[in-house]
């Protein structure tokens, strides 16, 4: 006889899997050149409404170190650092259904992708796609790529290990040394430049 626990668990369930999850907006500015993305943010990132909510996610760890900011920092000032080291971020996946955080629990045709040949197109710094894992990568290839501008086409598109501490396989090390490939379109985050009150 299954318990209650497990009882419960396939109602909620059920229920996650009806319900339409609605992605994070993307966090871009006009000079991206490294445009990161993911398949569709995980539970805790959705309810918090933060990218990479997860604390034992490796994305900030990773990014802070290639891009020369403290980690620790709260969220606003990570993101606006990221921006300023040129990095932008979004997902493939704009709307789904998905039992869980996981990619496999997804349900399959429920995917709407994000509009992003649009976004590409009004980036006229971007040299790089970086996609966060394996689904995120397999999204875009079925969804984006295809509609990609002709100005797009050429992109250099990476496939990087996943952050995710379901990826625990890959240890933080080996994560920072794959996702160096991306240090030759990086640049080390500027203070904002001071306005000057005088006429």
């Known amino acids: 006889m299954r318990s209650q626990k497990n009882v419960v668990h396939d109602v909620v369930v059920r229920v ?4 339409i999850l609605q992605g994070l907006p ?11 993305l993911g398949s569709m943010p995980g539970a805790i990132s959705l309810h918090e ?22 980690a620790t ?6 993101m606006q ?7 932008g971020v979004w997902d493939v996946i704009g709307q789904c259904r998905r039992s869980g955080s996981l990619d496999a629990s ?5 995917e709407v992708a994000n509009p992003l040949p649009a ?16 689904a995120a990568h397999a999204a875009f290839q079925r969804w984006v790529q295809p509609a990609l501008p002709v100005v797009a086409v050429a992109l250099p598109v990476l496939a990087l290990p996943s952050t995710s501490p379901a990826n625990a396989a890959w240890s933080l090390p080996r994560l920072l040394e794959a996702w160096g490939q991306l240090r030759p379109w990086l640049g080390a985050p500027e203070p904002p430049t001071a306005r000057s009150c005088g006429g």
């Open 16 to 19: 996650m899997s009806d319900v």
């Open 26 to 36: 993307a966090q871009v500015n006009p000079q991206c050149r490294v445009l990161v």
């Open 49 to 70: 409404a933060r990218y990479y909510a997860h604390p034992r996610n490796r994305f900030w760890p990773v990014m802070a170190a290639l891009c020369g900011f403290d």
């Open 73 to 78: 920092l709260d969220y606003t000032q990570r």
């Open 81 to 87: 650092l990221l921006q300023r080291a040129g990095v």
């Open 106 to 110: 997804i349900v399959r045709g429920s």
């Open 119 to 134: 976004l590409m197109a009004g980036l006229p710094e971007l040299q790089v796609i970086a996609c966060n894992g394996g």
